[in-house]
């Protein structure tokens, strides 16, 4: 297969009009952040906010041209555009009315948390499960583009199929019963993503916009960690439903959370509930627990915000081993402690989509010994 360059890409570019009589879409200054990982092209095409729908045939014209230089098998050209600032006083915009559906998809949920490292794609990919596991369709989009690990959490490797001729739509993988998508079945496991905020919006766009989804009760989302710009600007950009924030115990990681319960109160989404992982460790030879992290502040935080807790998920060596391995627990231990605790979860989070009360507060399980 023949090696593309960004000298390659751009000279193919160089030979398409731009928009207004402005020369070519390169000299114009209306490409950005180039990036080639193996037989993949991505890149920015930049418009203003006025002219994002005008600019959309441009961008298919960019995206066939490209597609059909020898050794590209996969092109992904994001629009983006700086938006105009909210003036003061600006009502905020209902959530209902935010961005576009996905058709086929009744309800789009966030996992997220203010930090990495508390386990938060691991809860996505178990509560996504434990979803499944109630009866419900669930599809699960990997919006962690710096640090995708869903692919690894499923145990899937290679690159998604064309779902038509034209291919210009993906089939998303498929793993336990569960639609998944990700960026990094489209760029080598090891490949840094240094990519701005508009860039990293526009490619979880164009994964919405360009995998052929199919029915499905409940969309999860695993969020980037952090409350940064992206995480912001896809919190207002997709009509979700609801987030689960995940946390530790830590007075640090809660510190974190706070933050991510107050970004989505900023932008009117509702918060689900909180999820305490790794509230506590349960030594497999002496049968006695250890609070490693503390214990309960999640529930405290929960109390004190008036939200739900949705419940503790101890730490455990067969949980990381199995999600290592591409096995998530609920999947592969149907009828571990685990498994029930995430599956408490997903009830109580299927209740609050439907518009239901919590019949009751996540129950506190105790293990024998303890």
Known sequence: MATVTQ???????????APDGRGNVVSAGLVSDIAIQGGTVMFALTTSPQHVKTMEALRGAVEKAVLAMPGVDKAMVALTAERAPQQPGQPQQPQGQRGTGIPGVKHLIAVASGKGGVGKSTTAVNLALALKSLGLKVAVLDAD????????????TGKPEPSNAAGKKMKPMT?????VMSIGFLVPEDTAMIWRGPMVMSALTQLL???????????????PPGTGDVQLTLAQQTPLAGAVIVSTPQDLALIDARKGLNMFAKVNVP????????????CTKCGERHEIF???G???EALRIGVPFLGEIPLDKEVRLRSDSGEPVVATQPDSLHTALYRDV????????QGGQLARPAPRIVVDGQ
């Open 271 to 282: 918060v689900i509930g909180i999820v305490e992982n790794m509230s506590y460790f349960v």
């Open 209 to 223: 916009r360009d995998t052929e989804w199919g029915e499905a009760d409940v969309m999860v989302i695993d969020m």
């Open 7 to 17: 000298d390659d890409v751009l000279s193919v570019l160089k030979r398409i009009a």
């Open 346 to 353: 997903a009830r109580q989070v299927w209740a609050s989509l």
């Open 175 to 179: 793993r336990y019963g569960v639609e």
């Open 294 to 296: 503390g214990h309960g």
């Open 298 to 300: 999640a529930r405290d």
């Open 145 to 156: 583009v710096y640090g995708p690990s869903i692919p690894k959490l499923f145990g899937l």
